[in-house]
């Protein structure tokens, strides 16, 4: 199968074109390991990228860690992504990836038992049209790194524009604004006190993020951590 899918759509690298691969030797130099750790809210250095006790507003994210920059590679990554081979090319991401170098995997590591990873859901026509969540594919990943069950009790109930096509701050968040609940057949006393790592691709203003966070502390939710691929 896997041969015959390589006679009809043969891979090339997603940057330079060569084939047979999809993120080729060459241009996998072109991640970059985001480094510095500091709190998402004030910018300023913090370990693990814990926000500040300072900048911890009610209701607001206890931290965000992401693996790489959101630069030229990576968009071209993740355009891909959304209308070819996801899976596959996630696949060879995840193998490239240096465990390592993720200084916050150290966080999530140390958390005791209770913990649930939650993608970011997609809109149920999105999910239609494109088959599958690439929000979901990263949380299998991390679930295998972390031993933490992925959980699906999160709906998205608005029809929101890509958050990456809007430039204006103020309309970004107006787009995420009230685009999530919680399913109605969730029982509450699973989360209730528990912590949740988020999973999606990119955060560039963390609108989203933040609202799916809003609506999981509010349902008691004590902890909530994001993990995404990049950070722009
Ligand atoms: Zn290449
Ligand atoms: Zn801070």
Do not use: W
């Not at 030229?72 to 060879?92: C, H, L, V």
């Not at 038992?113 to 991390?142: E, W």
């Not at 069950?149 to 701050?169: W, Y």
């Amino acid at each position: 199968m896997s041969f015959l899918k390589d006679i009809f759509f043969p891979k090339f690298c997603l940057s330079c074109g060569k084939p047979g691969i999809y993120i080729c030797l060459n241009c996998q130099k072109k991640l970059e390991y985001i480094k510095i750790q500091k709190c998402f809210y004030c910018k300023k250095p913090s370990l693990y990228n814990l926000t500040h006790q300072i900048c911890l507003k009610n209701l607001s994210i206890d931290q965000i860690g992401s693996i790489f920059y959101y630069n030229d590679f990576f968009k071209k990554i993740i355009k891909n992504i959304k209308y070819r081979f996801a899976k596959e090319i996630f696949k060879e991401l995840f193998k490239i990836i240096n465990v390592n170098q993720i200084n916050f995997l150290e966080l999530y590591k140390n958390l005791e038992n209770d913990v649930f990873i939650q993608p970011i859901p997609l809109h149920k026509n999105k999910f239609k049209d494109r088959g599958f969540n690439q929000a979901f594919i990263i949380s299998q990943y991390l679930s295998q790194l972390l031993n933490f069950p992925v959980i699906d009790i999160l709906e998205r109930i608005k029809e929101t524009k890509n958050q990456a096509e809007i430039k204006d701050r103020k309309k970004r968040y107006q787009n995420v604004r009230g685009a999530f609940k919680i399913k109605k057949d969730v029982d509450l006393n699973l989360i209730k006190n528990k912590r949740i790592i988020l999973v999606d691709d990119v955060i560039t203003t963390g609108f989203t993020v933040n609202e799916a966070t809003k609506i999981l502390k509010k349902a008691g939710v004590i902890k909530i951590y994001c993990f995404t691929l990049a950070q722009g």
